[in-house]
C-alpha cells in the first residue's frame, strides 16, 4: 500500500513539475524570441521539460553524454546547454534565455551572482588547472629549470622559473642544444583570451600570485606591479581564443607545433585519457603549475528547474560518478578515484601548493587593466 | 574578382579599354559579390524514418550563412551532413575581411544564422565583435603555405631543405623565383602570409606589435619584389596560376592555402607539380570555425549543435580530408601521407587591430610593387548625365575622396598608384 501511494505520490510530482515548466515556458520565461515555435524546444523529447543551460566548453561533452541526459530525464528534464566563455556569460550573454548558468569558477560565478537574481548556487564538482605539453618540450623545459620532476612521479611546472624566461623574451631556439623544437617563437604557454575565459582567469591567478612573491595580489599597488608581467604572458600570444576546449582540440589534433604548451583544465585531459580514443599519445605529458589554482565549477540557478539541475548535480551520485568519467573532481573524492582506478588511468596527485584565486574585485581590475592594453 | 598584373621593370602600357559602363561592373567585381546573390547549396534532406539521435531537428531546418568562397568544395560533405541531421546551409559570400566588419556592426546578424570563414582572427580583433557570436566550432584546418613549381624549387634546394621565411625573401629579391599572392585587404590567405611572413622576418619572437610592424617594412618590401600576380581570392587566384602555367612569364609558385595547392597537383590542370614549401619558422593556419551568430533562437541553436556535432565526427573528417584535402580538426582521424611528416609551427597572429590594418595599409601603400591602371572613359554623348555622374563618383572615390563604394574601406587608389 505504501509503495502504491509512494508511486502515485512521485506520479503527481512529476506531473506537477511538468506543470511548472509548461508553465514556466508558457510564461515567456524561456523561448521569447522569435521563432522557438515548439513549447519543448526543437529537441527535448515531448514529455520531458525542456531546461536551458548555458556553460563553459569543457562541461559540454558532459552534457550531451546519452547517460547524463537519461538521468536527467528521470526527473523529468531534458538540459539543452549552450557553451560561452565564463566571462562572456557574466558580461555579454542575455541570461532571461536560460534556467541556469555553469560557469567554471568561484570568481566567474560571483561576478554573475552580482548581476542576476540567482535561486541557488551549487559547486557539484572542481578540477585543478595542468598545463600540457609533450615529453620533447618537456624535456627542453626541464633544461630550463622550469619543468620538474615531483618526487611522486608526476611532472610539475614552476611558474616563478617561466616568468623570469618570460621576462627575458626567451625563444626556443635559444635553449641550448635544442634540436628538437627550434622554432623562433618566444616561449610562452598558450592560453585562452584572458578577456573572456576563465581558464585563462585562473592563469592570471596563478601567475599573479607568483610575481607578487608568492602572496595573493590584494591590493592596487600590487595590481600595478605585477602587470607589466602579466601584460607579456598574454599580449605576446597574440591572437588567444576565447573558449578553452578549442586550444585543447588543437593540441590533440594539431600537435606542438601549434601548441607546445597548453594551460587547461586538467578534467579535459583525464577526460581523454578516461575515453580511451586513442587522442593522448604517449608522449603527451600532464603537468602541474606550482602554484595552482582550482577551477570550481559553479552551478548558478535562474529559475527552480535550474536549481533543480544544480541540486542533482551535486547530489546524485550517479551524475557524481559520471562527472568523474569525464575527469572532474567530485565533492566526494572516493567517487573520483574509484573511477579512475577502474578506467586503469593513473591516479593524479593530491596536490599541496594550492593557492587561492584573488578576491573578485581585484581579479576583475587585473582583467580590467590587461583589457585596455589590447 | 578582378587580377591586376604589376610590373616594375620595362612597363609596357597596356592600355584597358574599358567603356564607362564596364568601369561600374569592374568596380562592383573588386568588391565580394553583395548578399543576395546567393549560390545555394542544393542538398535535399533524405527522409528517414528512423528516429535520429535526440540532437538531430525532426523538421528540416535551413541555416542562412555568410561565408568565404573558400568553403565552396564543402558541398559534397554538406550533402551527407543534410542527409544525416536534417540541416541544410544557403550560403551568401563575401571576403573575409569585409564578411568580418558585416558582423562586426551586427548587420549580418538581420540576415544570417551563422558565418563561415577561413578564420575568425581578424573579427575578433574588431572591439565588441565577440558580442555578435554565439558559438564557433573549427570544423578543418589548412595553413597558408608556398607551393613552387618542382623544378624550380629543386633549383633553389628547397625541395631538399625546408626555407625559412627570410630565406625565401632573399631568394625572391634575388628574382630567383616569382610568386603570385591574394590582396591582404580582400583575402584571407593573402593576408594571413603577410602577418607569417611580417612576424618571422621580424625576428620571431612574440605577436607582432606597432613598432616592429613598421621597423620590418623594408624586409618586406625585399620579399614582395618577386609577387607578379594577384587577386582578391584564393581560388580566383589558382584559377589564374593555372592559366599561367605552362606559359613563358608566368610565375614560378603560388602561395595559397595547403589544401589549394594539394587540389592542383591532384588535378591534371598544371605543366608540372608543385613542391609545398612549409617555411620551417612557421606559418598561419586557417581552421574554418563555423559561427553561430548571436541572437539565434532555440530551434537554430538545436540546429547548429546537431550540425557541428556531425561535421567532427570522425566518418565526416576522413571525408572532409578526401573531399577537400583539408587537416581534420579532430585527433582520432590522422592527416594522410598528402600532409607530409614535418612539423607544422604556428606563428603568433597580432592581437590587436590597428597592428594588422597599420600591415595592411602598408603593403597596399608602400611594401608591395608599384601598379599602373589606365583607365579609358568614354565621354561620348551617351554618357550624358546620370551615367557620367557616376563615373565621376566611382573615379573619385577610387581616389580616395568621399563616397564609399566598399565597405572595407580599403578599395582606393594606393600611393605609387599611376
Redesign the interface.
Same mark, same amino acid.
Given at each position: 500500500m505504501r509503495r502504491i501511494i509512494g508511486v502515485a505520490l512521485s506520479t503527481l510530482l512529476v506531473l506537477g513539475m511538468l506543470g511548472v515548466g509548461a508553465w514556466q515556458l508558457l510564461g515567456g520565461r524561456?523561448?521569447s524570441?522569435?521563432?522557438?515555435?515548439?513549447p519543448q524546444?526543437?529537441?527535448?523529447?515531448a514529455n520531458l521539460a525542456?531546461v536551458?543551460a548555458v556553460v563553459g566548453s569543457e562541461k559540454k561533452a558532459f552534457f550531451?553524454d546519452?547517460d547524463v541526459?537519461a538521468i536527467f530525464a528521470r526527473s523529468g528534464i531534458s538540459v539543452?546547454v549552450?557553451?560561452?566563455g565564463s566571462r562572456?556569460i557574466a558580461t555579454?550573454t542575455d541570461l532571461k534565455a536560460y534556467h541556469l548558468a555553469f560557469p567554471s569558477s568561484a570568481p566567474a560565478a560571483e561576478r554573475i551572482k552580482r548581476k542576476t537574481e540567482t535561486l541557488g548556487v551549487y559547486s557539484p564538482f572542481y578540477s585543478p588547472m595542468a598545463i600540457v605539453s609533450f615529453q620533447p618540450i618537456v624535456d627542453l623545459l626541464e633544461r630550463v629549470g622550469v619543468a620538474k620532476k615531483a618526487p611522486a612521479g608526476y611532472w610539475t611546472f614552476d611558474v616563478n622559473a617561466y616568468l623570469k624566461l618570460v621576462a627575458k623574451?626567451t625563444?626556443w631556439d635559444q635553449i641550448p642544444g635544442n634540436t628538437s623544437y627550434p622554432?623562433?617563437?618566444?616561449i610562452?604557454v598558450t592560453t585562452t583570451?584572458v578577456r573572456?575565459s576563465n581558464s585563462a582567469a585562473m592563469y592570471l591567478a596563478m601567475a599573479s600570485y607568483a610575481a607578487n612573491g608568492n602572496r595573493i595580489v590584494s591590493s592596487h599597488n600590487e595590481t600595478s606591479a605585477v602587470l607589466p608581467a602579466m601584460r607579456?604572458l598574454f599580449?605576446?600570444?597574440?591572437?588567444?581564443e576565447?573558449s578553452t576546449e578549442?586550444p585543447f582540440?588543437?593540441y590533440?589534433?594539431?600537435?606542438?607545433?601549434?601548441?607546445p604548451i597548453l594551460l587547461t583544465y586538467e578534467s579535459l585531459f583525464l577526460d581523454r585519457q578516461l575515453r580511451k580514443?586513442?587522442?593522448i599519445s604517449k608522449d603527451m605529458v600532464l603537468m602541474y603549475p606550482t602554484p595552482d589554482v582550482l577551477s570550481k565549477h559553479t552551478v548558478l540557478a535562474l529559475t527552480k528547474q535550474g536549481a533543480k539541475v544544480g541540486e542533482l548535480l551535486s547530489q546524485d551520485p550517479d551524475l557524481q560518478r559520471l562527472a568523474a568519467q569525464y575527469g572532474f573532481r567530485t565533492t566526494n573524492p572516493t567517487t573520483f578515484r574509484d573511477t579512475l582506478t577502474k578506467a586503469q588511468v593513473a591516479l593524479p596527485p593530491e596536490l599541496m601548493n594550492i593557492v587561492e584565486p584573488p578576491s573578485y574585485e581585484v581579479l576583475e581590475s587585473m582583467i580590467a587593466a590587461l583589457e585596455k592594453q589590447? | 574578382m578582378i587580377t591586376a598584373r604589376m610590373r616594375t621593370c620595362n612597363p609596357r602600357r597596356v592600355a584597358v579599354v574599358i567603356a564607362a559602363a564596364c568601369l561600374l561592373a569592374l568596380l562592383t567585381a573588386c568588391t565580394p559579390p553583395p548578399a543576395g546573390e546567393s549560390s545555394r547549396v542544393d542538398s535535399t534532406p533524405a527522409k528517414t524514418t528512423a528516429p535520429g539521435p535526440?540532437?538531430?531537428?525532426?523538421e528540416p531546418v535551413t541555416l542562412r550563412v555568410l561565408a568565404g568562397s573558400e568553403v565552396k568544395d564543402m558541398t559534397g560533405v554538406l550533402e551527407e551532413a543534410s542527409k544525416a541531421t536534417n540541416v541544410r546551409l544557403r550560403f551568401d559570400y563575401t571576403g573575409t575581411l569585409e564578411g568580418s566588419k558585416a558582423v562586426a556592426a551586427g548587420k549580418a546578424a538581420e540576415n544570417y544564422d551563422l558565418i563561415w570563414f577561413s578564420s575568425n582572427?581578424y573579427l575578433?580583433?574588431i572591439p565588441d565583435a565577440?558580442?555578435r557570436i !554565439?558559438?564557433?566550432t573549427?570544423i578543418m !584546418?589548412s595553413p597558408v603555405v608556398l607551393g613552387v613549381k618542382r623544378r624550380v624549387a629543386h633549383e633553389l634546394g628547397w625541395d631538399k631543405k625546408t626555407p625559412?621565411w627570410s630565406g625565401i625573401a632573399q631568394a625572391a629579391e634575388a628574382k630567383k623565383f616569382t610568386y603570385g599572392m591574394t590582396d591582404p585587404s580582400a583575402s584571407n590567405s593573402g593576408f594571413s602570409a603577410l602577418v607569417g611572413v611580417a612576424t618571422?622576418l621580424s625576428?620571431?619572437?612574440? !605577436?607582432?606589435?606597432a613598432q616592429r610592424t613598421t621597423a620590418v617594412a623594408q624586409d618586406l618590401r625585399r620579399f614582395f619584389a618577386a609577387q607578379t600576380m594577384t587577386s582578391g581570392s584564393s581560388g580566383w587566384l589558382a584559377d589564374q596560376f593555372v592559366k599561367k602555367s605552362g606559359q613563358r612569364g608566368g610565375p614560378d609558385g603560388i602561395i595559397n592555402y595547403e589544401s589549394v595547392l594539394l587540389g592542383l597537383n591532384a588535378s591534371d590542370a598544371l605543366s608540372e607539380p608543385l613542391t609545398i614549401v612549409t617555411p620551417k619558422?612557421?606559418v598561419i593556419?586557417a581552421?574554418y570555425p563555423l559561427t553561430l551568430l548571436n541572437?539565434a533562437?532555440?530551434?537554430?541553436?538545436?540546429?547548429y549543435? !546537431?550540425l557541428t556535432?556531425w561535421l567532427r565526427t570522425p566518418v565526416a573528417q576522413k571525408m572532409i580530408m578526401d573531399q577537400t584535402s583539408r587537416?581534420?580538426?579532430?585527433?582520432?582521424v590522422k592527416p594522410d601521407r598528402r600532409f607530409g611528416q614535418h612539423?607544422?609551427?604556428?606563428?603568433?597572429?597580432?592581437?590587436?587591430r590597428a597592428v594588422a590594418d597599420d600591415l595592411i595599409t602598408a603593403y597596399l601603400n608602400t611594401i608591395r610593387r608599384a601598379t599602373q591602371t589606365i583607365y579609358v572613359l568614354d565621354l561620348s554623348g551617351s554618357m550624358r548625365g546620370n551615367r557620367i555622374r557616376s563615373v565621376r563618383r566611382s573615379l573619385i572615390s577610387l581616389a580616395g575622396g568621399h563616397g564609399k563604394i566598399s565597405s572595407s574601406g580599403f578599395a582606393v587608389f594606393r600611393e605609387r598608384r599611376k
Open positions: 524561456l523561448p524570441r522569435a521563432g522557438a515555435a515548439s524546444g526543437a529537441s527535448s523529447p525542456a536551458r550531451a546519452p541526459k539543452d549552450d557553451t560561452a562572456e555579454s623574451g625563444r622554432a623562433t617563437k618566444t610562452l583570451d573572456r607579456r599580449l605576446g600570444q597574440g591572437f588567444t576565447s578549442a582540440e588543437d590533440l589534433a594539431l600537435g606542438e607545433g601549434k601548441t580514443d586513442g587522442s589590447y | 535526440p540532437s538531430r531537428p525532426s582572427r575578433s580583433l565577440s558580442k !554565439a558559438a564557433s573549427k !584546418a625559412s618571422a625576428g620571431g619572437g612574440a !605577436a607582432l606589435d619558422d612557421g593556419t581552421d541572437g533562437d532555440n530551434r537554430t541553436k538545436d540546429a549543435s !546537431a556535432d587537416r581534420p580538426a579532430i585527433p582520432s612539423m607544422l609551427v604556428e606563428l603568433p597572429f597580432p592581437a590587436q
